[in-house]
Every structure is written in C-alpha cells, then in structure tokens.
Nanobody
Framework: QLYPVESGGGAVQAGGSLRLSCAVS?????????MAWFRQAPGKEREGVAS????????YYADAVQGRFTISRDNDARTLSLQMNKLQLEDTGIYFC????????????????????WGQGTQVTVSS
C-alpha cells in the first residue's frame, strides 16, 4: 500500500513556474513502482502528464508539456516532483500523483488499469 500526498499547487500567471511535490508513505517499496503525474481540468477527463520509471532513468511526457515540464523522483526520500515552466492557461487543473505497478514498462495509459495508488490532488491555476 502507498499513500501519495501532493503539494506545491497554487495560482500563477501565464509564463510562470511552479514545482509540485508528492510525498509517498506506506509499507510498499516506493522504488518498485513507476510514478506519474496526471491532471484534470474542469469538465474534462483525467489526462496523463508525465511518467518516470522506478529507477528514474526513463521518463515520458505528454506532447502538451514536452519541453516545459520535468518529472523527477528521489527514491531514498520517497518523493516525486514535477517542475513546470512556461505555464499556459491550458495547464490549469487538479494535478494528481499516481503509482503504477511495474510490469516491464511504464506508461500513462489509464486503460491498463494498473495505477494502484492515487493522491488527492493539488490545484494549479494559471491566469493571463
């Protein structure tokens, strides 16, 4: 069992930056899981933002955030981070940290059904 807790959300003007953090407690080995960030805008479905492999050596980004966001993890501290730069209005939403059971690959595909643990989310609001 893992218990992710997000922090770092807030309000920022377009073009600005925010850094989200996710602290993961629980008795399961954090370093055995892929970790990912998802977001959900009002009236829209939850979408994947970025994913990182258990060891941190592989990352993947959604096209919408490629080149602007950076995902990272600290397995000793059991934390996950998302550095968000050049924020756009479209980045507004609730951001969730999620742990994915590792089965050889990591992904942002919710249809795999293997995102076992989710945080409650942190709000990011980008204004003009």
């Amino acid at each position: 069992q893992l218990y992710p807790v997000e922090s770092g959300g807030g309000a920022v003007q377009a073009g600005g930056s925010l850094r989200l953090s996710c602290a993961v407690s629980g008795y399961s080995p954090y370093s055995a899981y892929c970790m990912a960030w998802f977001r959900q805008a009002p009236g829209k479905e939850r979408e994947g933002v970025a994913s990182i492999a258990p060891g941190g050596g592989w990352t993947y980004y959604a096209d919408a955030v490629q080149g602007r966001f950076t995902i990272s993890r600290d397995n000793d501290a059991r934390t996950l981070s998302l550095q968000m730069n050049k924020l756009q209005l479209e980045d507004t939403g609730i951001y969730f940290c999620a742990a994915q059971t590792y089965r050889g690959t990591c992904s942002l595909n919710l249809e795999r059904g293997d995102f076992a643990f989710w945080g409650q989310g942190t709000q990011v609001t980008v204004s003009s």
